[in-house]
């Protein structure tokens, strides 16, 4: 594959991680906006529970149609192509930025889309490196 492309052909990471990081972070917001205060006035943090409950809800909302043309629309072919035969299926053809728009957009009314050109969701797809990248759990000192 040629270089700087694989930020664009994982699906997963390209689009519906866009959508999923919008959904979380729609439920994250509603949070602080309503947290309880510590004795400093801060809002404290989600519990662990809270953040993994939020986590199955945003994936839960993913409709499944997204999961399905996010491969479809990093280049790789369909399943009706591959039984068909088509001679062009070692060539990913990627779609435009436009054409995903157009994709999504009817999947559920638009919501996905908005998630998916929101700049807040970017996280490293662009080909820039992503800010958490090289965080790396310890291992605890026994």
Same mark, same amino acid.
């Given at each position: 594959m040629a270089g700087g492309i694989t930020p664009k052909?994982?699906?997963?990471?390209v689009y519906v991680g866009k959508v999923f990081k919008g959904l979380f972070r729609?439920?994250?917001?509603?949070?602080?906006?309503h947290a309880p205060e510590d004795e400093k006035g801060h809002p404290r943090p989600p519990s662990g529970q809270q953040v993994a409950?939020?986590?199955?809800?945003?994936? +839960? #909302?993913?409709p499944e149609e997204l999961l399905q043309k996010a491969w479809v629309t990093a280049g790789y072919k369909t399943m009706e192509e591959v039984k068909n035969g088509n001679p062009?299926?070692?060539?990913?053809t990627p779609y435009e930025r436009?054409?995903?728009v157009r994709i999504l957009d009817?999947?559920?009314?638009?919501?996905?889309?908005?998630h998916y050109l929101n700049v807040e969701n970017e996280y490293g797809d662009d080909? +820039? #490196?992503?800010?958490?990248?090289?965080?790396?759990?310890?291992?605890?000192?026994?």
């Amino acid at each position: 594959m040629a270089g700087g492309i694989t930020p664009k052909r994982q699906p997963v990471d390209v689009y519906v991680g866009k959508v999923f990081k919008g959904l979380f972070r729609k439920r994250y917001d509603n949070y602080m906006l309503h947290a309880p205060e510590d004795e400093k006035g801060h809002p404290r943090p989600p519990s662990g529970q809270q953040v993994a409950t939020w986590v199955v809800e945003a994936w +839960e #909302e993913i409709p499944e149609e997204l999961l399905q043309k996010a491969w479809v629309t990093a280049g790789y072919k369909t399943m009706e192509e591959v039984k068909n035969g088509n001679p062009d299926l070692h060539q990913l053809t990627p779609y435009e930025r436009d054409d995903i728009v157009r994709i999504l957009d009817p999947i559920d009314g638009g919501k996905s889309t908005f998630h998916y050109l929101n700049v807040e969701n970017e996280y490293g797809d662009d080909g +820039e #490196e992503d800010e958490n990248a090289g965080w790396e759990i310890q291992p605890k000192n026994k």
